[in-house]
């Protein structure tokens, strides 16, 4: 089977009891049983392929943890299809909770008063784990995670993020075919999350596992996956791989140019005119500063070449928007959708 994950149309609505404005209201509204639809989820469809990293980004309430939710089997969809490894998430949870791994890192769900060693101890023999793989896996998140001082520690006392570390552990401890991450990486210091995401690539290859990562923070995302799926207001807006991306959104590049004497208006029109013929635009020319941007990647050269032949030049840097700075504009104003 080549299909790890198979979305058709996806929806889920959530049900809420219309609340009446002030305090008298929220009591009255606790009797009352009228209700409205939200649409967490509209519509989607996608498939991904076993061994492929895909990162789920979108606004807070876009629906990525619903979806997530549903893959995973502890919501039921309100509309479409979906099937994990074959199975119905909601209808199959247990035959499929053998192979799947999953955390949801605004709610880790370790939270025993046994000590970290005994939690994993347990989830061996609850998940029946080969000794062979355990001994893989176990080691490699000890090592890997740091988590060899935390052992002898109740979950329940650990830190959020020690908790986190461990959440993540426990859920590739079965070495499962298909893992879904919400948020692995959240509260957690910039060192620990670099190991974080060292330690989910390395498993993710070794094992060959499908990786459905959610967040906020891009790095995850561009450190740990090839895929992206941009979820707005619970319909996906994009579907495709990183650098495809970026060359929908990010389509302009700069040249910024730092020039020993400002340029004169004259001198500034002749410039631009052929700015424009080589495929750019003219964005700046104040003091010191010159801002060319353009769209095409091949374009740059020629513009520089213009650019040092035609002004005294004392810095020169190109730039490429980066990925952050793509999905902030277009969480911040709506694109059409296609
Ligand atoms: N149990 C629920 N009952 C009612 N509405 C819900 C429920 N869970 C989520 N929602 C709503 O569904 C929408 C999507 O929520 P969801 O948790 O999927 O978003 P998200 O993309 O994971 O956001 P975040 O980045 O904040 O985690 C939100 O508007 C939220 O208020
Ligand atoms: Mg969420």
Request: hydrophobic residues 40%; contains cysteine; aromatic residues 6%.
């Amino acid at each position: 089977m080549d299909s790890a994950l198979q979305v058709e149309k996806l929806s889920k609505s959530y049900k809420r009891r219309v609340r009446q404005p002030g305090l008298l209201g929220a009591a009255k509204s606790l009797f009352s049983s009228q209700t409205e639809e939200l649409q967490a989820v509209k519509n989607i469809s996608f498939s991904i392929k076993r061994g492929e990293r895909v990162g789920l980004i979108g606004e807070n309430g876009a629906g990525k943890s619903t979806t997530l939710k549903m893959l995973t089997g502890i919501i039921v969809p309100t509309g479409g299809t979906l099937e994990v490894l074959g199975r119905v998430p909601w209808q199959e949870r247990r035959q499929l909770a053998l192979n799947i791994g999953v955390v949801f890192g605004q709610r880790p769900q370790l939270l025993w008063d046994i000590p970290v060693r005994e939690t994993f101890r347990l989830l061996k023999t609850m998940y029946r784990i080969p000794d062979d793989v355990y001994q893989v896996t176990y080691t490699e998140a000890v090592k890997r995670l740091s988590l060899e001082p935390l052992l002898a520690t109740p979950v329940r006392q650990l830190s959020l993020g020690q908790r986190m570390r461990c959440d993540l552990a426990a859920a590739l401890l079965h070495a499962p075919a298909v893992v879904f991450l919400d948020e692995p990486t959240i509260g957690l210091d910039l060192s620990v999350k670099e190991q974080v995401r060292e330690y989910i690539t390395d498993i993710q290859e070794k094992f060959g596992i499908t990786l459905l990562i959610t967040t906020h923070d891009l790095k995850d995302i561009t450190e740990t996956c090839d895929r992206l799926l941009l979820l707005d207001k619970g319909s996906l807006l994009f579907d495709g791989s990183i650098k495809a991306f970026e060359q929908k959104y990010a389509s302009d590049r700069r040249i910024v140019a730092e020039v020993r004497k400002p340029v004169e208006a004259e001198e500034r029109a002749t410039l631009e005119k052929e700015i424009i013929k080589l495929g750019g635009t003219l964005k700046e020319a104040e003091g010191h500063k010159i801002v060319v941007e353009h769209r095409e990647e091949g374009a740059a050269p020629a513009l520089t070449q213009l650019l040092l032949s035609r002004l005294q030049v004392v810095d020169l840097n190109l730039e490429k928007t980066d990925i952050e700075t793509i999905v902030t504009r277009i969480y911040r104003q709506p694109v059409g959708k296609d």
